[in-house]
C-alpha cells in the first residue's frame, strides 16, 4: 500500500525477543552510512540515546512498559532526517508489586 504524502517508511529494526534492560545485545537493521549510530529509546516523554557499537546496542535499565526503539544518526535524538532503521517495540513488563518480569 502507498504510504500518505510526506511519510516514508524505514528500514526494520530487530532486536531479540529476550532482550531485558541492562543487557547487551545484537541489533538488526540495513544502513548505507558511514555516521556514527545510536539507538534511541522512547518511552513516556521520555528519549534515552545510546551509541551502537559493533552492532550492539546495551539497553537501558530503567525502561518500563512499552518502549520504541530507532536507529538514529544523532546523539541528541531522533527526527525523520536522522532515523535509520526502525521503530522496534519492545515490551518491559512488571508485577503489581514492581517486581520486573524478564523476556525469555
Known sequence: ADL????HANPPLTFPSNANPGDTVTVQFTSNTNADLYAV?????DQIVVPVQNGEVTI?????????????????GVTD????????????????????????
Request: charged fraction near 5%.
Open 60 to 76: 537501558p535499565q530503567n525502561l518500563a512498559g512499552q518502549v520504541y526503539a530507532i536507529i538514529s544518526t544523532s546523539s541528541t
Open 4 to 7: 500518505p504524502v510526506g511519510v
Open 41 to 45: 529509546f522512547l518511552f513516556g516523554l
Open 81 to 104: 532526517e536522522t532515523t535509520v532503521a526502525g521503530p522496534a517495540v519492545l515490551q518491559f513488563e512488571f508485577t503489581l508489586t514492581g517486581d520486573y518480569i524478564p523476556n525469555q
